[in-house]
């Protein structure tokens, strides 16, 4: 049997551990075939496969970003798109099946392709943390180590000058990354998209630190929306998926908590660095684990469902279970961190 497997959507550290996990099990114990398939849903359309052996596979587990390279891609879109010419594609390769790895918008493909008859299993692969059917995903564990670090070098440079420092994270309509890496850096305010707040609420609380002899530091999440905004701030247009693309946000906030307090403050925008660079422990274990039962599955035929961590066990899930609602953040998690605030 001879198998695809593709990274898509946003690049995130993990990725190449879970291709690792996937080729070793695979090759070893089940005598799979693998194919690469190269940037993302790209490489599907367009037939840009390459052999994936033990070989090319050893050491990823410690890399970041991806081997296969990735895109955003809509495998319906263009000539060459659609289910029907896929299935021609793949035929034509004798390539029996695709192991997708990615977020929303892979999976939302990837679903769809498995109901237009194409073999695929699903990895859930997002540093948003916000796919429901799976307790945590590769990539978040990495995104808020790297965020913590950030904020810690943000508060003694706020110290130094009695600044406020806002600091902007992803993850999209979600604020996991951004509860977490707060937390740990001790924030005094946590803007999430699931609770909109005033400015008036914001600037009370940094108001509070700075009186109690603190630089204040607030972190928000790029799809925050204060109270009254319909939408999350974006200027960026959109993803091949019809998404906005956000970011922003802490440029907006800045100016107006310094003009409301009087407190000099800067934004940084921490982007695209926390996808970068090796993954932690925690996510090459589970990034490997992933892979290792994604094997398992081809084995057993389980087309039309994805892999996902549910405690601390892997099973197996319908990608609709992890599709059309997002894992947000519970208020109750929330206002247990609001106790820290201010």
Not at 145 to 167: F, K, P, Y
Not at 281 to 305: K, N, P
Request: charged fraction near 25%; charge should be negative; hydrophobic fraction near 40%.
């Amino acid at each position: 049997m001879k198998i695809g497997i593709l990274t898509s959507g946003g690049d995130c550290p993990g990725l190449n551990a879970v291709i690792r996990g996937i080729v070793l099990k695979g090759t070893t114990t089940y005598d799979l075939e693998f194919v690469g398939i190269r940037d993302g849903w790209r490489g599907v359309v367009d037939g840009d496969f390459f052999p994936l052996t033990r070989h090319e596979v050893k050491g990823l587990s410690k890399v970041g970003g991806t081997i296969l390279g990735t895109s955003r891609t809509n495998p319906y879109e263009g000539e060459r798109g659609g289910a029907e010419n896929i299935a021609k594609t793949l035929y034509g390769h004798k390539i029996d099946g695709i192991i997708a790895i990615g977020g929303e918008g892979t999976l939302a493909a990837a679903d769809r392709l498995a109901k237009d008859g194409i073999n695929v299993i699903g990895v859930p692969k997002t540093i948003d943390n916000d796919l429901r059917a799976t307790d945590y995903s590769f990539g978040f564990d990495t995104a808020v180590n790297i965020a913590t670090d950030a904020m810690d070098r943000l508060r003694t440079t706020g110290d130094s000058h009695q600044r406020c420092m806002v600091a902007e994270v992803m993850g999209r309509h979600v604020g996991w990354i951004a509860l977490h890496a707060g937390m740990a850096a001790g924030a005094h305010a946590i803007l999430i998209p699931e609770v909109p707040q005033t400015l008036e609420e914001i600037t009370a609380l940094v108001t509070s630190a700075h009186d109690r002899g603190r630089a204040p530091l607030v972190v928000v999440s790029e799809g925050f929306k204060l109270q009254g905004m319909d939408e999350a701030y974006s200027d960026k247009g959109l993803d091949a998926f019809n998404r906005p693309r956000l970011g922003g946000i802490g440029d907006q906030l800045a100016p107006e908590i310094e003009r409301i307090t009087g407190i000099e403050t800067r934004a940084t925008i921490l982007g695209h660095i926390q996808r970068g660079g090796s993954p932690s422990a925690f996510d090459r274990v589970l990034a490997t684990r992933l892979g290792l039962h994604a094997a398992d599955a081809i084995v057993d035929g389980a087309w039309g469902q994805m892999v996902a961590m549910q405690g601390t066990d892997i099973v197996r899930v319908p990608f609709a279970e992890a599709l059309g609602e997002l894992n947000t953040v519970p208020r109750s998690r929330y206002d247990e961190a609001a106790a820290l605030f201010g």
